[in-house]
């Protein structure tokens, strides 16, 4: 199994700033994952971390807004880019081994956009 | 994509009752997995299962993959159960989960 920590566990932003939120997981992964949860809903796939090169990303997020770092096996970066209260969620990190293989999510990141 | 629905959306028990938890989706699959987010948020793995059954204490699981579900059983309820309850499916070797809606399980003392 992995144990997967972010920084930070909540946070209260000003509209207009960014946010980057850090992902560590305690063993190496092969995939690395990015959801984000508004209140009440289900789990939605901004992207899949590639270590070394430009994340892939889910239909309705850009790079952009959501740029996302992997340097190497056990961590990973996501930073929430020109926020408004719409960007107000959970986000959670995510990691597994190959396609055929348990996944386990960190505790989540709580933002609120003022 | 693939689509994946849960049922019911809301169960409420008490305590010591059993109850099932449904997961049909739209195509084969190659990946399935039940989760477990308590109050607090936090996500817990509880079967990766995308056929077959398994067992993990008073928590069991079934999947007919040529039949599109999965079954997730708990008996003998307690209130440290309560939370939402997620399937999350996968049809690719991308590793990328599609979750369903979820089940909001209450168990009341």
């Known amino acids: 199994s992995a144990v997967i920590s972010q920084k930070p566990s909540r946070d209260i932003c000003q509209r207009g700033t960014s946010l980057t939120i850090q992902c560590q997981v305690d063993?190496?992964?092969?995939?690395m994952f990015w959801y984000r949860q508004q209140p009440g809903q289900s789990l939605t796939l901004i992207a899949t971390a590639n270590q070394g090169s430009e994340a892939t990303y889910e239909s309705g997020f850009v790079i952009d807004k959501f740029p996302i770092s992997r340097p190497n096996l056990t961590f990973s970066t996501l930073t929430v880019s020109n926020m408004s209260p719409e960007d107000s969620s959970i986000y959670l990190c995510?990691?597994?081994?190959?396609?055929?293989?348990?996944?386990?999510f960190g505790p989540g990141t709580r933002l609120t956009v003022t | 994509g693939i689509q994946v629905e849960q049922s019911p959306p809301d169960l409420i028990l008490q305590e010591g009752a059993n109850s099932t938890l449904r997961c049909n989706f739209s195509d084969s699959v190659n990946n399935l997995q039940w989760f477990h987010q308590n109050p607090w948020g936090q996500l817990i793995n509880l079967f990766y299962?995308?056929?077959g059954t398994k067992q993990n204490g008073r928590l069991s699981a079934t999947t007919v993959a040529t039949e599109r579900y999965s079954l997730l059983y708990i008996s003998s309820s307690q209130t440290t159960d309560s939370g939402v309850y997620f399937c999350a499916v996968s049809n690719t070797n991308a590793g990328k989960s599609t979750f369903g809606d979820g089940t909001t399980l209450t168990v009341k003392p």
């Open positions: 063993s190496q992964v092969t995939m």
């Open positions: 299962i995308p056929s």
């Open positions: 995510s990691g597994s081994g190959t396609g055929g293989s348990k996944q386990y």
